[in-house]
């Protein structure tokens, strides 16, 4: 079992920046995928990005150049930088482990249900 918990969400102008963090926890979660996915209000969640077990990260093309995806050190702490925020980045955002260490990316897109621990999610809004 993974336990996830997102924080840093909030209230921001557009052109403001904001980092979300995951507290993670559990067993073999070192060895997982972990990644921030978002959903905007009346559409379907959507990836954002990923960090595999050896550290590689992929941004889905909506999300590169002004998204950046961490980990501490022990891996205990997911981190989501946004910079540049803009209106169309509001949503819910959620951070998510799947038991696969390589992140199941097909294409450009990633297989949701191979992600198989979710946190709450973390509320972006951004006013413009």
């Known amino acids: 079992q993974v336990q996830l918990g997102e924080s840093g969400g909030g209230s921001v102008q557009a052109g403001g920046s904001l980092r979300l963090s995951c507290a993670v926890s559990?067993?073999?979660?070192?060895?997982?995928?972990m990644g921030w996915f978002r959903q905007a209000p009346g559409k379907e969640r959507e990836e954002v990005a990923t960090v595999d077990s050896a550290g590689r990260t992929r941004y889905a093309e909506s999300a590169k150049g002004r998204f950046t995806i961490s980990q501490d050190n022990a891996k205990s702490t997911l981190y989501l930088q946004i910079d540049s925020l803009k209106a169309e980045d509001s949503g819910t955002y959620y951070c998510?482990?799947?038991?696969?260490?390589?992140?199941?990316?097909?294409?450009?897109?990633?297989?949701?249900?191979?992600?198989?621990?979710w946190g709450q999610g973390t509320q972006v809004t951004v006013s413009s």
């Open positions: 559990g067993d073999n979660y070192k060895n997982y995928c």
């Open positions: 998510a482990a799947s038991s696969y260490p390589r992140c199941p990316w097909i294409g450009y897109s990633l297989v949701q249900n191979l992600f198989g621990y």
